[in-house]
């Protein structure tokens, strides 16, 4: 079975451009969540989605993120303008919503650079 | 309020077991789990208890949960060098859809030939 799968893997990017991360969610799952991973705050919830539904957006550090969900095999996050605080792994998961004990299952990352 | 605390770090030599250690503070935590994360890869679940059992085996997993003080703990047994990695606890609170989780910051691992 395909996991969840991010794309880019990396990236590196001047401060100012726009930065969009995207996040195929495992088909079937109704929850997708985007999370950020640093060495100082360690893994974070920015915001996540119920059937393509933003139902918890209270973690987005600033109104330069913004998150979509179009349709359920589709998400994307995006910086703009960037600024090298954004620098961070962010992290894709998906979940079923049926059996309370449903893992989040994480795709392999987006690795960000703002120079 | 939803804290959950890990050692950051821990060193054991192949062979030997290890225990990571982990306090969370949701009294009302309905699942918690043990997520293990290699470099540059994402976070792969290892193992999950739900919050009326204190323990959990499998394999070599062994999860230990004392819910009265709020710790919970994985045991590694037969620590292998493959073992090396972050792990991270996560809480999962009960209620409504609620479908978010608390994580730690992560303890290294680091396994010694």
């Known amino acids: 079975d395909a996991g969840v799968i991010q794309s880019p893997r990396h990236e590196v990017t001047e401060m100012g451009q726009e930065v969009t991360l995207r996040c195929k969610p495992i088909s079937g799952h109704d929850y997708l969540f985007w999370y950020r991973q640093t060495m100082m705050r360690g893994l974070e919830l920015l915001i996540y989605?119920?059937?393509?539904?933003?139902?918890?957006d209270s973690g987005m550090p600033e109104d330069r993120f913004s998150a979509k969900m179009p349709n359920a095999s589709f998400s994307t996050l995006k910086i703009q303008p960037s600024e090298p605080r954004d620098s961070a792994v962010y992290f894709c998961a998906s979940s079923l919503r049926r059996g309370s004990n449903q893992p989040q299952h994480f795709g392999d990352g987006t690795r960000l650079s703002i120079l | 309020g939803e804290d959950v605390e890990q050692s950051l770090f821990l060193s054991v030599r192949e062979g030997d077991s290890s225990v990571i250690n982990c306090t969370y503070t949701d009294s009302s935590s309905t699942y918690l789990y043990w997520y293990k994360q290699e470099p540059g890869a994402g976070l792969q679940l290892l193992t999950y208890i739900f919050s009326n059992m204190d323990m959990k085996q499998d394999q070599r997993l062994t999860v230990l949960l004392n819910k009265k003080d709020h710790q919970l703990s994985l045991r590694i047994a037969d620590t292998q060098t493959g073992d090396s990695a972050i792990y991270f606890c996560?809480?999962?609170?009960?209620?409504?859809?609620?479908?978010?989780?608390?994580f730690g910051k992560g303890t290294l691992l680091t396994v010694n030939p």
């Open positions: 996560a809480e999962r609170m009960s209620g409504g859809s609620n479908y978010k989780l608390t």
């Open positions: 989605f119920n059937n393509n539904v933003p139902i918890d």
